[in-house]
């Protein structure tokens, strides 16, 4: 069956250290793959996208990694703040055009 | 620009009545869409549209669930009759549309849906 799955409901560091949490895909063969992220009682924001033959992709502290062959994406936030606490859902298209397959989520939470 | 505009923001009802939710997407993005999120899940897609067209509508419900997009514009989802296991947060997302390239969703804050 296809499946999406964020290995980690939630994910605990402290102020300063990088986050990494992990999106691995069974069945799919996504041409890219979103990250998004939720705070409580609000719509996911996007946040980054890549594409199958970019290998890693950065914006300000945040960075996103593409491994087709392991099937997986890896998203870290460095220097994380107490601010980057949510939920950070990973998503990819089944077939290129049609809606976005979301994971579960993985909620952060950074303590100062 | 403006947002994805939904409303209401929060919704009571019993099960076995009906409810309708509004969505007004940004100004030009031809596709819309309407997602299901339960708690502690990820959004699942209840239904896809490209200008006034469903592009996909294979999870939604069909003996309870309607959706319209008038004019291409505006979008209303409506349940009847609702069932306890209706309760969630109802999400409407925009986006520009290519046949070339991806493009990122654009999310409203949702219409928070109990069912009693």
């Known amino acids: 069956s296809q499946k999406i799955e964020q290995n980690s409901e939630a994910l605990n560091i402290q102020e300063g250290k990088t986050a990494t949490l992990t999106c691995n895909y069974t069945?799919?063969?996504?041409?890219?793959l979103q990250w998004y992220r939720q705070d409580p009682g609000r719509g996911p924001v996007f946040l980054l996208l890549?594409?199958?033959?970019?290998k890693e992709k950065r914006k300000e502290r945040l960075k996103v990694t593409f491994d087709t062959t392991l099937k997986q994406s890896l998203f870290h936030i460095t220097a994380s703040q107490p601010a980057d606490s949510a939920t950070y859902l990973c998503?990819?298209?089944?077939?290129?055009?049609?809606?976005?397959?979301f994971g579960k989520g993985t909620t952060l939470s950074v303590s100062s | 620009e403006a947002g994805v505009a939904q409303s209401p923001r929060y919704k009571i009802i019993e099960k076995r009545q009906s409810v309708a939710f509004w969505c007004n997407p940004i100004?030009?993005?031809?596709?819309l869409y309407w997602y299901q999120q339960i708690l502690g899940q990820g959004p699942k897609l209840l239904i896809q549209?490209?200008?006034?067209?469903?592009?996909?509508d294979s999870q939604l419900p069909k003996d309870r669930f309607s959706a319209e997009r008038l004019k291409g514009v505006d979008s209303t989802l409506k349940i009847q009759p609702a069932k306890l296991e209706d309760s969630a947060v109802y999400l409407c997302?925009?986006?520009?549309?290519?046949?070339?390239?991806?493009?990122?969703?654009?999310f409203g804050p949702g219409t928070r849906l109990t069912v009693t």
């Open positions: 549209f490209q200008n006034n067209g469903v592009v996909d």
């Open positions: 100004s030009g993005h031809a596709t």
């Open positions: 890549i594409r199958e033959n970019e």
């Open positions: 998503a990819l298209e089944a077939i290129f055009g049609t809606a976005l397959i």
């Open positions: 069945n799919y063969s996504p041409a890219y």
């Open positions: 997302a925009s986006s520009r549309t290519s046949a070339h390239q991806p493009y990122e969703q654009y």
